[in-house]
């Protein structure tokens, strides 16, 4: 599933970096969420880092957390399914997820 080493750039939209806000991964089957970090975020997607390793096409909810500050937002809770993974090292996957669906 790695797409990554092709150099051809898929995304058509904007991406907002994040430098890496925190967020939770919630796979169906499991009690707990995964911690994550996401790294950028655009219309479509988002880019997250983490130790599961998905499927391609898998789906599962992730919530990430409001930067913060002195503007306060609730977090973004979407439905999104697996686009790309590569690993890292050290157990650690760049995950490419589209939004399937903002959940309220």
């Known amino acids: 599933m790695d797409r990554h080493s092709s150099g051809i750039e898929r995304r058509r939209n904007v991406r907002v970096p994040l430098g890496g806000i925190d967020a939770l991964v ?3 089957g499991q009690v707990q969420p995964l911690a994550a970090k996401c ?3 655009a ?3 988002l880019t997250l880092l983490c130790r599961y390793v998905p499927r391609e096409g898998e ?3 992730v919530e990430v957390a409001s930067p913060g500050g002195q503007r306060r937002f609730e977090p973004l809770n979407a439905r999104v399914s697996v686009r790309r993974c590569h690993p890292l090292g050290d ?3 760049e995950l490419g997820v589209e939004i399937v669906e903002i959940l309220a």
């Open 26 to 28: 919630h796979v169906p």
């Open 39 to 41: 790294t950028d975020l």
């Open 43 to 45: 219309v479509g997607g």
């Open 59 to 61: 789906q599962f909810r």
């Open 91 to 93: 157990g650690l996957y």
